[in-house]
């Protein structure tokens, strides 16, 4: 029987002691992280210094550890040495169930490969499965695998080697490992539907097979197929392998078939079959996703159309071939520089209209006094004051009569301004005080407001006032509560009257004063 065991020890010099004992002895195979297995019992932390474990329990002792792969005879063995005086190193058993199901995840994996034909990535996942959790089912798979490689190396070595281009394939070998290399962290993400539905789409023989709709069908269903299909295949929810031609695929039927004359030519001539697989110069099948007929634009830069940049436009190439039928490779970067083309027009516009704005010729005097224009100066006609640059110079007295005479023009122009401005003002004015009234009016209104407003608040609060009063007195003297609540109202209302009236003659008055 063997298994992951784990060594305790309290205190790091007993520690180091232990990690003597172990590499000392021939038993020694491989580290395993502990964190990948479920322990019989929990602990509160755990944390790493390379290969050693410092656990802390959660009674508050520090108990340090170090695992191995060891069989039950060595490890009894191991306890029996000499420099172990007291047996505080029990092994304890870790439970390797935790493993179980990422174990049988990786057989699934490895059955996909050996169905697409990859033996190698197979071998790989059978033997991650294996350090996992051994399986019988594992061993005979890789049994099996092992037996089928040994046949075909046989065969090879027997083969002739006719192959003219041995350093070419090597290259495409190379460069086909590099691209596998990234695929190998991806892999485990896709599912088997994913990758049916990746095989089914390089199966298909039209478009329309690969889009899932009739000939017949409307730009809706089109939109609709599409729509469903992309979301699907999108290299980055997509991780089957092919995905990435399959997204390309539908990408480019969409865009034939939702052309009319493209579809129209696709209808009567149909599809080139020599086109969906061509030979490169290597000697190694390129899978044509454009199948004779070419869309305007990529099929990234379609998904992003339609749904806005759901996903980053990471690692999708658009393969286009050009005359010759050679296949040449476009990040989308181009995009950027077709925008950049579309706005040249705009920003040459801008950039003369600046330059214009630069060669305007400065003017030669200016009515305003200023830093750039300080000398002072007056036209020989009206005496208008204008000023000048200290440079100043005119080669004529006709040159000098023009200046002066635009100045003169300026200056008329200016008082011409200013004085429909002054009118304007006057008309405005008057217009207001005809419809809005004096200004001595406005006091008036408001003096009555006043007046009105303090009369009636003055006589709430003394009928307020007397109330309290006459409530006071029924309090006091029952008899009298009818002759209270009477004079309350009266002397109230009374006030209320002769308040308003001393009011309105004091605003009255003030009118008199005023007109």
Same mark, same amino acid.
């Given at each position: 029987m063997s298994g992951k065991f784990l060594y305790f020890a309290y205190g790091s010099n007993l520690l180091r002691e232990r990690l003597q004992l172990l590499n000392q002895s021939a038993i020694f195979k491989q580290i395993v992280k502990l964190e990948n297995y479920k322990l019989i019992f929990a602990f509160s932390s755990l944390r790493w210094r390379g290969h050693v474990a410092s656990i802390e329990e959660s009674f508050g002792h520090t108990v340090w550890g170090v695992m191995y792969e060891l069989s039950h005879s060595d490890l009894e063995n191991l306890d029996k040495q000499e420099g172990v005086k007291k047996k505080i190193y029990k092994p304890i058993y870790i439970q390797m169930e935790g493993n179980k199901d990422e174990s049988e995840r990786c057989i699934s994996i490895a059955e996909k490969y050996i169905a697409a034909g990859d033996k190698d990535k197979a071998l790989k996942f059978l033997n991650k499965a294996e350090r996992l959790y051994p399986s019988v089912k594992a061993r005979a798979l890789i049994e099996k695998l092992n037996n089928l490689n040994g046949s075909t190396t046989g065969r090879r070595q027997s083969a002739p080697d006719n192959n003219i281009h041995d350093d070419k394939p090597s290259k495409s070998h190379s460069s086909e490992r590099s691209e596998t290399g990234h695929s190998e962290k991806s892999v485990d993400d896709f599912t088997e539907e994913q990758l049916v539905a990746v095989k089914r789409i390089k199966k298909c023989k039209d478009y329309y097979e690969i889009l899932? =709709?009739?000939?017949?069908?409307? %730009?809706?269903?089109? $939109?609709?197929?599409?729509?469903?299909?992309?979301?699907?295949?999108?290299?980055?929810?997509?991780?089957?392998?092919?995905?990435?031609?399959?997204?390309?695929? =539908?990408?480019?039927?969409?865009?034939?078939?939702? #052309?009319?004359?493209?579809?129209? $030519?696709? #209808?009567?001539?149909?599809? #080139?079959?020599?086109?969906?697989?061509?030979?490169?110069?290597?000697?190694?099948?390129?899978?044509?996703?454009?199948?004779?007929?070419?869309?305007?634009?990529?099929?990234?830069?379609?998904?992003?159309?339609?749904?806005?940049?759901?996903?980053?436009?990471?690692?999708?190439?658009?393969?286009?071939?050009?005359?010759?039928?050679?296949?040449?490779?476009?990040?989308?970067?181009?995009?950027?520089?077709?925008?950049?083309?579309?706005?040249?027009?705009?920003?040459?516009?801008?950039?003369?209209?600046?330059?214009?704005?630069?060669? @305007?010729? #400065?003017?030669?005097? &200016?009515?305003?006094?200023?830093?750039?224009? &300080?000398?002072?100066?007056?036209?020989?006609?009206?005496?208008?004051?204008?000023?000048?640059?200290?440079?100043?110079?005119?080669?004529?007295?006709?040159?000098?009569?023009?200046?002066?005479?635009?100045?003169?023009?300026?200056?008329?122009?200016?008082?011409?301004?200013?004085?429909?401005?002054?009118?304007?003002?006057?008309?405005?004015?008057?217009?207001?005080?005809?419809?809005?009234? %004096?200004?001595?009016?406005? =006091?008036?209104?408001?003096?009555?407001?006043?007046?009105?407003?303090?009369?009636?608040?003055? +006589?709430?609060?003394?009928?307020?006032?007397?109330?309290?009063?006459?409530?006071? +007195?029924?309090?006091?003297?029952?008899?009298?509560?009818?002759? &209270?609540?009477?004079?309350? @109202?009266?002397?109230?209302?009374?006030?209320?009257?002769?308040?308003?009236?001393?009011?309105?003659?004091?605003?009255?008055? =003030?009118?008199?004063?005023?007109?």
């Open positions: 899932g =709709i009739t000939k017949d069908a409307t %730009d809706a269903d089109l $939109k609709k197929a599409y729509r469903k299909l992309a979301l699907k295949m999108h290299p980055d929810k997509n991780k089957a392998p092919g995905a990435t031609e399959a997204f390309k695929a =539908i990408g480019n039927a969409f865009s034939v078939l939702s #052309d009319p004359e493209k579809r129209k $030519k696709y #209808d009567l001539y149909g599809e #080139d079959v020599s086109h969906q697989i061509r030979t490169n110069r290597d000697g190694y099948d390129h899978y044509d996703y454009s199948r004779g007929f070419e869309g305007d634009i990529s099929a990234e830069e379609l998904f992003n159309m339609f749904f806005g940049g759901g996903f980053p436009s990471g690692n999708v190439y658009v393969h286009r071939r050009n005359q010759n039928g050679h296949f040449q490779r476009h990040s989308h970067s181009e995009s950027g520089y077709g925008l950049l083309t579309q706005l040249a027009p705009v920003l040459m516009l801008i950039f003369l209209s600046l330059m214009g704005s630069f060669l @305007v010729p #400065d003017s030669p005097f &200016s009515l305003q006094h200023s830093v750039k224009y &300080s000398t002072e100066r007056l036209t020989n006609n009206l005496k208008v004051p204008y000023f000048v640059k200290d440079d100043f110079h005119v080669d004529s007295k006709y040159d000098l009569r023009r200046i002066e005479r635009q100045v003169e023009e300026e200056y008329v122009s200016n008082l011409r301004t200013s004085c429909f401005k002054e009118k304007s003002y006057k008309e405005t004015m008057m217009w207001r005080a005809k419809n809005y009234g %004096d200004p001595h009016i406005f =006091i008036i209104y408001l003096s009555i407001y006043l007046s009105i407003y303090l009369s009636i608040y003055l +006589s709430i609060y003394l009928s307020h006032l007397f109330i309290s009063i006459s409530v006071c +007195s029924y309090l006091s003297q029952a008899d009298n509560i009818y002759l &209270s609540l009477f004079i309350c @109202v009266s002397l109230s209302t009374y006030l209320s009257y002769f308040l308003f009236i001393l009011f309105s003659s004091t605003n009255f008055n =003030i009118i008199l004063d005023l007109t």
